[in-house]
């Protein structure tokens, strides 16, 4: 310290009589406290002012270091100060240190309480609810009494592949020494979950919790670049919407051979979402438009009077047909109908019907309503189904792999039921459908037999269905311009390829 400061601080300690304390500061300095009993408070403020231009001058540290306070409790007649009572100001310095640090120490060293453990489990093939929860860590008691309650809104025998559980176990203490099962959740489906939680006796208690879904309309259009499924997906259609627009226009397209690169498909179709827009399934086809070739073919889905619902064109007459254009889907045309060279006798013989390749298992449909004439063996025909749609009217299927359930001879089946699938059974080089349309008992050309239309509105029906088309007309423009309908309440969105 500077001469001139010493001897300042020493006069002080003279003629006033002080206290003193210690304060550190932050960057570990030290501040001193004066109090003067006998001044007034303009003295107090000077030495505080004092104080605060020397304290850069003084540190805790090293054994050249004093204090103001050591000056000023020196002897009056001296300038430094007894080693006795140096060492006691250093003790007491070194005290309060100690105990601050042995307090920063205690409050790092205090343990954090432990985290429960949360497991999430996936239900393999073969699993049963039991065995996934011992799998989880529950006991044997504890999942007895889980299944029990999951019971009372979900039977477990209908857990399946994929379904999720999330199980949580809680600490016993803070150190996290031991954990207890505590809760979990079964997911039943996107929709519905069975949660499960302890009660106060130590029992379980089961609730079901159900997700708000919303039902939206959307729009979607598409120009067919390779094939009509791809093309939408990448518009962002789904392809239960895609599936069903494709049944809905089967009657008078044939997919497999008329859709070309650059025709078009646009869509309005209702689906169900959560209320933050994730898909939950797809809903009804409002309206479609396919322009195949060329060929403009609009249909909107209407509802008769009595309760009818079909998919009209905007004339008012049904897009289906008695008989449908192909009763497979996904299917190649193999052989045609006429005289070719048999591939396996190796003689020109007529061939009376078409040929369909599909893999072994594709699904085949009835081409119209009618009662089953026949569903057996039935030579080279293999797994052979006939049946009577009126009159004049049959259509048989040969070569099936075997018999959807519930065909028999007798039973009704309406147009595109599924009626058997796709296999090589009987003189077959291969897994084909052999399709044959027959009329008055002879064998027609599938391709070229003039099939008559359905129903066609008239009356109140069709006077609903035309304004039922203009409205549709505007909802469709309105929704794919990404604006509200002013008919409809509904939300909705809209996407594009073009």
């Known amino acids: 310290m500077k001469p001139h400061i010493r001897t300042l601080i020493h006069g002080i300690g003279r003629y006033v009589p002080v206290r003193h304390r210690y304060v550190f500061t932050r960057d570990d300095k030290l501040r001193l406290r004066v109090w003067a009993p006998f001044i007034g408070a303009g003295v107090c403020f000077a030495v505080a002012g004092f104080v605060s231009v020397v304290q850069p001058h003084i540190s805790t540290g090293g054994g050249q270091a004093t204090s103001i306070a050591a ?23 070194q005290r309060y240190g100690d105990a601050a640090s042995a307090e920063t120490a205690a409050i790092a060293e205090e343990p954090a309480d432990a985290a429960p453990k949360i497991t999430q489990i996936e239900v393999d093939s073969g699993d049963t609810l039991a065995g996934v929860l011992r799998r989880a860590g529950l006991d044997g008691a504890q999942t007895y009494q889980a299944v029990k309650a999951i019971e009372e809104h979900y039977d477990p025998r209908h857990i399946r592949p994929g379904q999720k559980l999330e199980v949580r176990f809680d600490p016993r203490d803070q150190a996290g020494s031991e954990y207890d099962f505590s809760s979990l959740v079964l997911e039943i489906d996107r929709l519905k979950s069975v949660s499960l939680t302890r009660n106060d006796e130590g029992g379980f208690v089961s609730d079901v919790e159900e997700t708000e879904v919303v039902t939206r309309k959307r729009t979607g259009r598409a120009e067919i670049e390779t094939s009509l499924s791809g093309s939408a997906a990448k518009a962002g259609i789904p392809a239960s919407v895609i599936a069903r627009t494709i049944q809905i226009y089967s009657w008078s397209v044939d997919f497999q051979r008329d859709i070309r690169r650059g025709d078009l498909v646009e869509v309005m179709y209702e689906r169900t979402e959560t209320p933050d827009g994730d898909l939950v399934r797809g809903g009804e086809v409002l309206y479609a438009r396919l322009n195949v070739n060329g060929r403009d073919i609009p249909v909107y889905r209407f509802e008769t009077r009595d309760g009818r619902i079909d998919y009209y064109t905007p004339e008012g007459n049904s897009i289906r047909r008695i008989l449908m254009s192909t009763p497979i889907d996904g299917a190649r045309l193999s052989s045609g109908f006429g005289m070719r060279r048999h591939p396996i006798s190796g003689y020109n013989r007529m061939h009376r019907g078409l040929d369909f390749a599909a893999p072994t298992g594709t699904p085949i449909y009835a081409a119209g309503d009618g009662v089953v004439e026949k569903a057996a063996y039935w030579g080279a025909y293999g797994n052979y189904v006939r049946i009577r749609h009126n009159s004049t009217l049959k259509t048989a299927y ?37 399709y044959e349309v027959h009329v008055n008992g002879e064998q027609v050309n599938p391709r070229g037999v003039d099939i008559p239309q359905g129903d066609q509105l008239e009356g109140t029906d069709l006077a609903n269905f035309k304004r039922h088309v203009k409205q549709m007309r505007e909802e469709y423009i309105a929704l794919s311009d990404g604006r509200k309908y002013a008919g409809s309440a509904a939300a909705s969105t809209s996407s594009h390829v073009r």
């Open 398 to 434: 040969a070569h099936l792999h075997n018999f959807a359930r519930g065909i028999t001879s007798g039973t009704r089946v309406t147009q595109g039921q599924v009626i058997g699938y796709v296999g090589t059974t009987g003189r077959s080089t291969g897994p084909h459908l052999h």
């Open 71 to 93: 000056y000023i409790n020196t002897d009056r007649t001296s300038t430094t100060m007894p080693e006795e009572r140096l060492a006691s100001s250093q003790k007491r310095l």
